[in-house]
């Protein structure tokens, strides 16, 4: 099992930057990949970003490529969301997700922590 709690959430005006944490503990060693995924009011779960465990590679959506950076401390075992230049657009609750093998199902979720960037 796989346990995932984000945090760094929050209210942040247009053009500015919050970075979002995401704590992973239980069988660490099983996790190929982690990501982050965004839901808006009304709309389906979009991916976002994701870094692969063990070589930190990374990918993004279009969306947010050249705004958004997704690193890990594996000291720590957390994996961040560095976000900057919001836009209202951005607005949505942000989840943590990890899978045990690349291309296949995320497995795990945490609870999700909300983004909100007024209009």
């Known amino acids: 099992q796989v346990q995932l709690v984000e945090s760094g959430g929050g209210l942040v005006q247009p053009g500015g930057s919050l970075r979002l944490s995401c704590s992973v503990s239980?069988?660490?060693?099983?996790?190929?990949?982690c990501g982050w995924f965004r839901q808006a009011p009304g709309k389906v779960r979009d991916f976002v970003a994701h870094?692969?465990?063990?070589?930190?590679?990374?990918y993004y959506a279009n969306s947010v490529k050249g705004r958004f950076t997704i690193s890990k401390d594996n000291a720590k075992n957390t994996v961040y969301l560095q976000m900057n230049s919001l836009k209202p657009e951005d607005t949505a609750v942000y989840y943590c997700?990890?899978?045990?093998?690349?291309?296949?199902?995320?497995?795990?979720w945490g609870q999700g922590t909300q983004v909100t960037v007024p209009s």
């Open positions: 870094i692969t465990w063990s070589s930190g590679s990374t």
């Open positions: 997700a990890a899978r045990l093998a690349s291309a296949s199902r995320w497995n795990y």
């Open positions: 239980g069988n660490i060693f099983s996790i190929n990949t």
